[in-house]
């Protein structure tokens, strides 16, 4: 560990406004390199707001220092340094910064002011101001609590601001929150941007995908069908998503959510007579055309069978108006898309295909998914948790599930209940 | 015991995320769980809560979307209805 020092000299003048220093106070200025010093372990046991000595200190070190650009979020010195200039230089440095991406807590303490150079005097004054605040920043990451009540404001303040322009302590302006430091914001905000472009970027992609799912879908679905032999049982699905708006959301977790609905078709599919195939190698291109007209069958809505709801959206898919004949076979089954899980909740009333390219994806939802898909998707789970996740979630810390739990009544969690 | 509490935890949590597919709310979520899975509503409600504090701006995403997808899904509805009573065989009769 570091060894630590009193803070003396140059950083006097910082003290002055320091009522408190504690006694560990930090480092030396000169022993170390920010990068080496995890500050959290150094606070950890200091939680209060007001002790933050170590701010003074940090802002020395860096002032001293002028490291090399970290690219942190600029610590609660920033946040302090309501100075005018500095704050804004401040803000777009810290923007900048967060641009690149590093939210990493750890880095907020070591933020180099490189930019400044004469933020000495202001650093020296901030520690105190940011003291007042009441939380601790700086190095020590306080634990914020962005219940969805605090994101929600914080979400509205950002808003309010216009994202990109959205800036911390105007945010925290805005927010009127006391417990909040410019630091927390700024690293929260940063995650939201982040966050918010990835969903953006797969919103697009999912729209290009549900897109590309014309073509894919029949090539891929055909394999599904037991009597097409012609059909090879592999899933050539574009990107396997179980869901299409949601496709952006599957990349979070794991690339092969597909293989357990892919597994679920079979079910669908074995009960259904199989007629010979058509040809289905026509539809099997890209461009679907229209599917074999001369077998209208092909297109028969699955909905005559009732539970192959999700087979209609995939026919649509197809961009062929659905033949209303009321074949009873559904042999399109195959054209399925095979990304879109079976137990698509799409119920369409009759034979009325909505060709609209841009409405399969949508097709595939229904405001109530049927009993039997979910069962379905339940029994799966169920039956193999070892599964990755679909969505990939971060999970909740278990600590907190179990205090919830705890306090809504729940004693203890039973060991499966399924 | 914590483990199997975790496991049993982790388990919910790959329940939710299958309802998330479906683009469930929470409450469809807690009752189809209970339903399937025999879960407890309080405890798919727990999870569900502390998923959303860790994934905040997934689950803001998700409500949007949601939303505009039951506005889609309505409209989309009405037409199919709307073609259906016109015998649904005219294939012109696209949605465009």
């Given amino acids: 560990m570091l060894s630590v020092s009193p803070l003396t000299g140059p950083k006097d003048e910082v003290h002055e406004k320091e009522s408190e220093k504690p006694p560990f106070s930090a ?12 500050f959290d372990d150094l606070f950890v046991g ?21 490291a090399a650009g970290s690219d942190v979020n600029l610590s609660s010195c920033s946040s302090v340094e309501r100075e005018d200039k500095d704050e804004k230089r401040e803000e777009g440095d810290r923007r900048e910064e967060k641009r690149e991406g590093s939210v990493s807590r750890s880095e907020e ?56 322009k959205a800036v911390p302590s105007r945010i925290l302006e805005l927010m009127g929150i006391d417990c909040l430091t410019r630091h927390n914001i700024a690293s929260h905000l940063q995650k939201y941007r982040s966050h918010r472009k990835h969903l953006l970027a797969r919103e697009a992609e999912a729209v290009n995908w549900t897109q590309r799912r014309h073509v894919y879908g029949g090539s891929g679905g055909g394999g599904k069908r037991n009597m097409a032999p012609w059909i090879p049982p592999t899933i050539g699905f574009p990107p396997p998503t179980p869901l299409h708006p949601f496709r952006p959301l599957h990349v979070w977790g794991h690339p092969t959510v597909d293989h357990s609905l892919i597994h679920v078709w079979p079910k669908h599919l074995v009960h259904s007579p199989s007629p010979p195939p058509p040809p289905p190698p026509t539809w099997v291109p890209p461009p ?126 039973p060991s499966f209940c399924a | 015991m914590g483990d199997s509490s975790a496991s049993y935890i982790h388990l919910v949590h790959h329940l939710i995320e299958k309802c998330l597919l479906f683009h ?4 469809e979520c807690m009752e189809a769980l209970s339903k399937h899975a025999k879960i407890d509503p309080v405890i798919t409600s727990t999870v569900w809560k502390e998923l959303e504090k860790e994934n905040k701006e997934f689950f803001e995403a998700y409500s949007l979307r949601r939303e505009e997808r039951m506005s889609e899904m309505e409209t989309r509805e009405r037409i199919l209805k709307l073609l259906s009573e016109s015998a649904g065989e005219d294939t012109d009769n696209k949605r465009k």
């Fill in chain 1, 288 to 413: 679907p055309p229209p599917p074999p007209p001369a077998d209208p069958s092909y297109w028969h809505p699955p909905h005559q069978r009732g539970s192959k709801d999700g087979w209609v959206p995939n026919i649509l898919t197809q961009g062929t108006p659905c033949f209303p004949q009321p074949l009873t076979t559904m042999k399109f089954s195959a054209p399925l898309v095979p990304g879109i899980p079976p137990h698509a909740l799409y119920k369409p009333d009759n034979s009325i295909a909505i060709p609209s390219p841009h409405m399969d994806s949508h097709l595939q939802f229904d405001s109530h998914p049927s009993k039997e898909t979910v069962d379905a998707a339940v029994g799966d789970v169920l039956a193999k948790p070892w599964q990755p996740l679909p969505l990939g979630l971060k999970p909740p810390s278990m600590d907190s599930v179990l205090v919830e739990l705890q306090r809504q009544g729940v004693p203890k969690v």
């Fill in chain 1, 27 to 38: 480092v030396g200025v000169d022993d170390f390199s920010f990068d080496d010093i995890d």
């Fill in chain 2, 24 to 27: 469930m709310t929470k409450e």
């Fill in chain 1, 109 to 164: 303490s070591p933020v180099t002011k490189t930019n400044s150079a004469s933020s000495d005097s202001n650093i020296g004054r901030k520690p105190a101001t940011a003291q007042t605040k009441g939380l601790s920043q700086g190095k020590r990451k306080v634990k914020v609590d962005w219940t969805p009540e605090l994101h929600r404001r914080f979400v509205q303040a950002v808003e309010q601001l216009g994202v990109d």
């Fill in chain 1, 46 to 66: 200091i939680d209060d707001g007001d002790v933050l000595p170590d701010l003074e200190v940090d802002s020395e070190m860096f002032a001293e220092l002028s």
